[in-house]
């Protein structure tokens, strides 16, 4: 199984709203990872999970909260989003290695803040 | 100017051509990676390269460390290899950051 899930496909959302993204993956993979993607531009990394702990958050705001609670399993808790957070949001996990890790990604959630 | 530059920015082809993508890189990198993006679509990995050359299929990736620089080839172009191709690097000594490239949107017509 070398495929890594996203739910739900598409999402719209108000301001004032809670919602989570949730992704998985079954390939053991102990590194995972959420991009930000807009239209026409490459991928932005928020966050980095390394063996459950969080490794990297490239200065994300604060309404973007990560969990991960377990090896499986990661969350994208979203509160008192903006518009301009409207955009494709990406998963990815890797095995950690020593040269560089091939990153397998998910389909993506379609996330409309209105 | 961009670590990671990628040309062309978009690229027309006819189904059956033989198609280059380049990326050239000004850090030092422990891997780089080709990936592909259909429209609207997630993004499937293609190639993790550290030296040398690496064949999929119609696919073919290569990497001049000492000129760093690589290539995308892929043969015998088909309308479904229509999608934008991203080159990445891992550097800075980490294997989890990846800096990107801006792509490459490829057309193939039929």
């Known amino acids: 199984d070398t495929e890594v899930t996203q739910t739900p496909k598409h999402l719209v959302m108000g301001m004032t709203n809670k919602k989570s993204l949730k992704c998985e993956q079954h390939m053991g993979h102990r590194a995972m990872y959420w991009y930000k993607q807009k239209a026409k531009k490459p991928p932005e990394l928020m966050f980095v999970?390394?063996?459950?702990?969080?490794?990297i958050n490239e200065s994300v705001p604060s309404r973007f909260s990560p969990e991960c609670p377990n090896s499986s399993l990661l969350n994208l808790h979203l509160h008192a989003l903006q518009p301009e957070d409207s955009a494709l949001y990406l998963c990815a996990s890797s095995q950690p290695g020593r040269d560089g890790d091939t990153q397998y990604f998910g389909p993506g959630t379609r996330l409309t803040v209105l | 100017k961009n670590e990671v530059e990628q040309s062309p920015q978009n690229l027309t082809a006819q189904e059956g051509e033989f198609i280059t993508i380049n990326c050239s890189y000004s850090?030092?990198?422990?891997?780089l990676h080709w990936l592909q993006q259909h429209p609207g679509g997630g993004i499937v990995s293609l190639f993790m390269?550290?030296?040398g050359k690496k064949k999929h299929g119609r696919l073919i990736a290569t990497i001049n460390i000492q000129e760093k620089h690589s290539s995308l080839h892929i043969t015998a172009s088909h309308p479904r290899d229509s999608a934008v191709y991203i080159c990445?690097?891992?550097?800075?000594?980490?294997?989890?950051?990846?800096?990107f490239g801006k792509g490459t949107l490829l057309t193939v017509n039929p």
């Open positions: 999970y390394s063996y459950e702990k969080l490794s």
């Open positions: 850090v030092g990198i422990s891997a």
């Open positions: 390269l550290s030296s």
């Open positions: 990445a690097v891992n550097s800075g000594g980490s294997n989890y950051k990846l800096t």
